[in-house]
């Protein structure tokens, strides 16, 4: 999530417009279910339908998720 945060922004809000984003142009009749507990939550979620994401940023988006984290060696083998 690193690269992810670092590219779109840290807060809670960032990333769930990015997650939204992707999910909503995964497939030209993607469909999302959302939830929300309050008011704050139906902004963000309501907000993330404005620009969509470049191929590029789902590109990247793609690229660190499926990343494997790094086993540090003395964990390795146990």
């Given at each position: 999530?690193?690269?992810?945060?670092?590219?779109f922004?840290?807060?809670?809000?960032?990333?769930a417009?990015?997650?939204?984003r992707?999910?909503?142009?995964h497939?030209?009749?993607?469909?999302?279910?959302?939830?929300?507990r309050n008011?704050?939550q139906?902004?963000?979620?309501?907000?993330?339908?404005?620009?969509?994401?470049?191929?590029?940023?789902?590109?990247?988006?793609?690229a660190?998720?499926?990343?494997k984290?790094?086993?540090?060696?003395e964990?390795?083998?146990?």
């Amino acid at each position: 999530m690193a690269p992810i945060r670092a590219r779109f922004g840290d807060s809670l809000t960032d990333l769930a417009h990015v997650a939204l984003r992707c999910a909503l142009q995964h497939a030209p009749d993607a469909a999302v279910l959302v939830g929300f507990r309050n008011a704050d939550q139906i902004y963000t979620n309501i907000t993330c339908l404005g620009e969509s994401l470049r191929p590029q940023e789902i590109t990247e988006i793609r690229a660190a998720l499926h990343t494997k984290p790094k086993i540090p060696t003395e964990l390795e083998g146990h």
